[in-house]
């Protein structure tokens, strides 16, 4: 017997889905007119962020695509990155963090810093994912980001489109979309998607700091799950107005 895929737990079509889809679209493409060869979308190569490179590849948008490659994800977010290039002929821009610092961070903490301290664990994101975002948005006007206001009550106020601190736009085209609709729209246009969300997980950041989680906790209970409070690595702190801002 084989065992429900994420499509088939998730997928689903409920009112007001084509005017969502509609929205996005129009969304995207303004703000592709708006910003010419200075947008990028931060992908974190998560259900959301396929359907938005979805839509920008099928409308021919001129927008980048570009990851963050903490050098931590897993082999089949890796494997998601030759899918996406294979599938619509696009070029994804890979940011990675400072090699020298990595090797003196893992020195003077060890490899499971993330584990020790919430100080360490933000330290790790800071040079893995902060940093890097910071060379992935210079020179750039607008970024497009996955975020959506139900995956957690800290994104409950996403809003569509924004300024962050550095006078950037900051648009969140799926702010209004359910996970159900993330699913449907990837279920009928055949979107490939990370092999990890067949196993439950439904955010997938880097592999020591994600796991899969249970039938009724939360969107994001399986990063960091071994902290309290607040889920966030510093790509989005602050809501509207992060200093430097991807879906992760
Ligand atoms: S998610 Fe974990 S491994 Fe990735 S940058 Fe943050 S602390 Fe480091």
Redesign the pocket.
């Known amino acids: 017997m084989t065992s429900a895929s994420a499509i088939d737990l998730h997928a689903r079509a409920t009112p007001g889905y084509t005017s969502r889809v509609d929205n996005a679209r129009r969304l995207l493409a303004r703000a592709a007119a708006a910003h010419p060869g200075t947008i990028v979308q931060a992908s974190s190569l998560g259900a959301e962020d396929q359907v938005l490179t979805d839509l920008i590849a099928k409308d021919r948008l001129a927008i980048a695509v570009a990851t963050l490659d903490?050098g931590?994800l897993h082999g089949e977010t890796l494997v998601l990155i030759d899918d996406i290039r294979e599938r619509y002929d696009i070029r994804i821009e890979r940011y990675r963090p400072v090699h020298e610092a990595v090797i003196a961070f893992i020195g003077r903490h060890g490899e499971d810093a993330?584990r020790q301290s919430v100080a360490l664990?933000?330290a790790?994101?800071a040079?893995?994912?902060v940093e890097p975002l910071g060379r992935m948005l210079a020179g750039r006007t607008a970024w497009v980001t996955g975020l959506r206001r139900e995956q957690s009550s800290e994104r409950a106020d996403v809003d569509f489109d924004t300024t962050d601190d550095a006078g950037r736009t900051k648009l969140s085209p799926l702010a209004d979309w359910s996970w159900a609709d993330v699913w449907h729209y990837l279920d009928v246009n055949d979107v490939p998607y990370n092999a990890l969300h067949d196993r439950f997980f439904p955010s997938i950041?880097?592999?020591?700091?994600?796991r899969a989680v249970a039938a009724g906790e939360d969107f994001r209970a399986g990063r960091?799950w071994w902290e309290q409070g607040v889920k966030e690595?510093g790509l989005h702190v602050g809501g509207a107005a992060s200093a430097i801002g991807a879906s992760a």
């Open positions: 903490t931590m993330m664990r933000k790790c994101c040079m893995r994912k950041g880097c592999a020591p700091c994600t960091w690595c």
